[in-house]
């Protein structure tokens, strides 16, 4: 279904007006009948997710047709390139189908809007260029480390964060191309002109360092591998109109109303004794 009459099928749904609509969103009404009539049809990603959180439709609902078949298509040729005990390949296997389509989106709507990419404007196209891989890539290890806390994604976190040495070798490459036609010679001269105060000792030194310092923060995992996971519950608050909900939940469970009750499963036993200690605590 196109996603303009979509758009307009669950506002209706919902008994929203355009302008309300446009207001919870950040557009006026007219913004939003063009969106409904195919009138705009590249939608901005910031305004797609608000309206997703609206309208409760999925994002990956809003790409062109083909588009999300195509990034899938690229997700099991990187699944099969990336073996299942690399970084890369626990990240792409990890989510199920409607995280993974949301994740598939982002990396689709954002390489379309980076510089050089504006020409993808068809499957095909995307299929064509290394670049949809690499975002792909890129947006599953990130949603990845940011999902799972883990030894092994902290560490990768932290070596992403320093600089890389190539950036810092290429830091003074900032010139300015020259073109000179000697016709009555017969050739043509190129040069670049620059100015740059930094010295290559320096490069090469930070270049070094940023390398050694990588290398250590990576070979941390062999002194920290990952375990099984520690799951807990922390209770921090108990919220209630009824000032003394808080003592008659205290009261059932010290008389063993619901620790006895068989209606009662252990988790939720488990967390309300929980609950009732640190209640006490504060009184």
């Not at 390489?111 to 095909?124: D, N, Q, R, V, Y």
């Not at 967390?271 to 640190?278: F, N, T, Y």
């Amino acid at each position: 279904m196109n996603i303009g009459i979509r758009i307009k099928e669950r506002r209706q749904q919902l008994k929203m007006s355009a302008e309300l609509l446009g207001k919870k969103i950040g557009v006026n009404k007219t913004t939003i009948y063009r969106y409904e009539s195919g009138e705009i049809q590249k939608i901005p990603i910031d305004v797609v997710q608000k309206l997703s959180d609206t309208l409760g439709i999925p994002v990956y609902d809003f790409l062109e047709p083909g588009f999300l078949e195509i990034g899938i298509e690229m997700l099991d040729r990187l699944i099969e390139k990336h073996g299942p005990e690399s970084h890369e390949g626990k990240a792409l296997r990890f989510f199920e189908e409607q995280d993974r389509n949301e994740i598939l989106y982002s990396a689709i709507s954002r390489l379309k809007t980076a510089p050089g990419f504006s020409s993808i404007s068809t499957p095909e196209k995307a299929r064509l260029t290394n670049g949809l891989a690499l975002s792909i890539e890129y947006e599953f290890v990130n949603a990845y480390e940011k999902r799972v806390k883990s030894n092994e994604n902290l560490v990768y976190m932290v070596e992403k964060s320093i600089i890389s040495s190539d950036e810092i070798m290429e830091y003074p490459d900032y010139g300015k191309d020259i073109t000179v036609n000697l016709d009555a010679l017969g050739f043509t001269l190129l040069a670049t002109e620059y100015e740059v105060s930094v010295d290559q000792e320096l490069l090469e030194e930070l270049s070094l360092i940023v390398e050694e310092t990588k290398t250590r923060i990576k070979d941390l995992l062999k002194k920290y591998p990952d375990k099984k996971s520690n799951i807990g519950t922390d209770i921090y608050a108990l919220y209630s109109k009824d000032e003394t909900k808080a003592e008659h939940i205290a009261n059932l469970v010290d008389g063993k109303d619901i620790l006895n009750s068989s209606n009662v499963d252990k988790d939720t036993k488990d967390l309300l004794v929980s609950l009732i200690k640190q209640v006490k605590q504060k009184k």
